[in-house]
């Protein structure tokens, strides 16, 4: 009886809470598709991109930013963090007069890669005094009306931060079955209707593309601040959000050119994030697998194996976390019966948090471009 209401009721319970109270995160109502008024005049911007090692993709997402169709004061600083490939010639390549290509410095302690490479680009940006500072990585790239319409939202709603998930790639068979609920599980983290609430404390972003304004980010003590986080679009936002409005959601004006043909390549942008997001903590990582193994193990062991009410409880839950699943296979135009899959995505995602974990008591943790970044639970507390 006890095993029942256990394993059959309380998932029930938990997927009924997210259906109904958890803002309602996996209808995808926060869109950029919604038209915009125009503000009177178009504050300057400055993008900064980072970049290291990115010859394969450079050109493509650098040109779809110098080819903005901004009314405005716009250029773009791209900081080449020591690469090795050419990335920083083949973007002066592009010889647009809207372009400057930094080389960046070694990192200094205490800092990640990528935000140490953002603080020299906005440094050098700051210089040209932008209302908003536009912050892209170097595998994104961006419809020409992009910049025009984060501007023109955060003008209209005075936010201080402006963020979009972009539509990441999703062609192969491990994309299929591992892209969509990347997003959905962070979505279900960080609900985007609560993010952009002002009276909520929840608050994220999305780090392939962020409008900040520069006045608000420099009283916010600037990238410095957050210098330490391996999830620096998270921390970001927290940032942000103290002062003043931020909005996220979903777009197809910004693409991940990054391919991820492979399980194990999803698997390494998982495991360099996911035990930061648990604050380095073994009670939480075991928290975090036991609650997993519940909300998606447990509903299809009750339904395949349990008896009577236990298992129409089971069985209820599997339907409602595929009728969940739904709306973000219909971004990524892939068929409804992947709904079904999600336990046993849930199962992949659990095994990759596990992974991080390993890794970072490895010393390996936060590996990007490699080099390992993760700093101890304390100086990612501080930052």
């Known amino acids: 009886m006890i095993a029942g209401i256990l394993f059959g009721f309380l998932p029930l319970l938990i997927w009924l809470y997210m259906l109904v109270l958890r803002h309602g995160f996996w209808l995808l ?50 900081v080449d963090d020591l690469s090795d490939d050419g990335t920083a010639d083949l973007a002066r390549g592009l010889g647009s007069d809207r372009l400057t290509v930094l080389s960046g410095s070694a990192r200094p302690p205490g800092w990640t890669g990528k935000l140490w490479a953002m603080s020299q680009g906005s440094a050098h940006a700051g210089t040209l005094a932008p209302e908003f500072f536009w912050f892209t990585d170097a595998d994104i790239a961006h419809s020409p009306d992009n910049l025009r319409q984060l501007v023109a939202r955060a003008e209209s709603g005075k936010h201080v931060l402006v963020s979009l998930m972009a539509r990441l790639h999703c062609k192969s068979a491990a994309e299929h079955f591992l892209i969509p609920a990347f997003v959905f599980f962070f979505d279900m983290l960080f609900p985007f209707g609560a993010v952009n609430d002002p009276r909520s404390k929840v608050a994220a972003a999305a780090g392939g593309c962020m409008l900040a304004r520069r006045q608000a980010l420099e009283k916010a003590g600037g990238i410095a601040a957050i210098r330490h986080n391996i999830i620096d679009d998270c921390a970001l936002g927290r940032a942000m959000k103290a002062r003043g409005p931020i909005w996220l959601g979903l777009t197809d004006r910004a693409v991940s050119l990054r391919p991820y043909p492979h399980i194990s390549d999803i698997r390494h942008m998982v495991t360099r994030t996911a035990y930061a997001q648990l604050d380095y903590s073994p009670l939480v990582l075991a928290g975090t697998l036991f609650g997993l193994a519940m909300v998606y193990l447990a509903p299809v062991m009750t339904a395949l194996f349990a008896w009577g009410i236990s298992q129409l409880a089971g069985w209820l839950a599997w339907i409602i976390m595929a009728v969940m699943f739904q709306p973000i296979l219909r971004f990524y135009r892939l068929s409804p019966l992947w709904g079904l899959a999600l336990p046993l995505i849930g199962v992949f995602y659990a095994v990759f948090t596990l992974e991080s974990a390993f890794l970072h008591w490895a010393g390996k943790g936060g590996m990007w471009k490699g080099r390992a970044q993760a700093e101890s639970k304390k100086s990612e507390g501080q930052a």
């Open 29 to 78: 109502r926060e869109r950029d598709t919604a038209p915009l008024a125009e503000p009177a005049s178009w504050p300057s911007v400055v993008a900064v991109v980072p970049a290291r090692n990115e010859a394969d993709v450079i050109r493509q997402s650098i040109g779809s930013l110098v080819a903005q169709d901004y009314p405005g004061s716009f250029h773009v600083v791209l």
